[in-house]
Structure formats: structure tokens, C-alpha cells
Nanobody, 120 residues
Framework: QVQLVESGGGLVQVGGSLRLSCTDS????????IAWYRQPPEKQREFVAR???????LFADSVRNRFTASRDNAKKVVFLQMSSLRSEDTAVYYC??????????????WGQGTQVTVIS
């Protein structure tokens, strides 16, 4: 079964940067718009960003102007570049295929996610 795999998380200080990657073993990433989500501690999972197949991206208000997204369809990878990180960005980050009509609904199984911890 094809599964999405997130990586690149870690421990970073406030104001720092991290780049997350989303890949898979099939053609999910290269063939679809991909969205990033995150689940902060003791909170529900929330939408972070969506990148279309053409590379155009939209972001949640909470991360706009701090996060960027890019993709390499040939390499089947999507990136989330996170800068100016804040403590409230601490969460497990996931990627998935968003439903076209409701980005809070997804079409693939959830991966393991990657933990991002921002410390002061």
C-alpha cells in the first residue's frame, strides 16, 4: 500500500527554520495537489498549506509569510519550508491529498508525521 512519508522535523529555537519533506512510494505526491497539516499537542489537526501540481500554494493565516511550499514532481517530493518559527508551531506535521472541495478532508491514509518542536 502506498503511504505518504513525512520527514525533516526536529528541535529548533524560536526564530529558526526547518524544511519538511513529503514523499511516497507511488505516484500520490507527483500526481496530486498536496496539503500540509499539523497537530499541536492536545489539539486537533489543522490545515497549514496546500500546493497545487503547478506549484502554486496557499497558506493558513497563522503561517502565511513565514512558510513556503515547493515541489519536485519528477522526484515525487513536496517541501514545506518553515521560517521564523514560533513556539506555537510546535506540532506533528503531516502531508496528505486534500479533497478538492474541502481541504480539511483528505483522500489518503495518514502517515506517521514528523515532529517539529520549537523552543525558546
Amino acid at each position: 500500500q502506498v503511504q505518504l512519508v513525512e520527514s525533516g522535523g526536529g528541535l529548533v529555537q524560536v526564530g529558526g527554520s526547518l524544511r519538511l519533506s513529503c514523499t511516497d512510494s507511488g505516484s500520490i505526491v507527483s500526481g496530486n495537489a498536496i496539503a500540509w497539516y499539523r497537530q499541536p499537542p492536545e489539539k486537533q489537526r489543522e490545515f497549514v498549506a496546500r500546493i497545487a501540481r503547478d506549484g502554486s500554494a496557499l497558506f493558513a493565516d497563522s503561517v502565511r509569510n513565514r512558510f513556503t511550499a515547493s515541489r519536485d514532481n519528477a522526484k515525487k517530493v513536496v517541501f514545506l519550508q518553515m521560517s521564523s518559527l514560533r513556539s506555537e508551531d510546535t506540532a506533528v506535521y503531516y502531508c496528505n491529498v486534500p479533497s478538492p472541495r474541502n481541504w480539511n478532508q483528505v483522500r489518503a491514509s495518514w502517515g506517521q508525521g514528523t515532529q517539529v518542536t520549537v523552543i525558546s
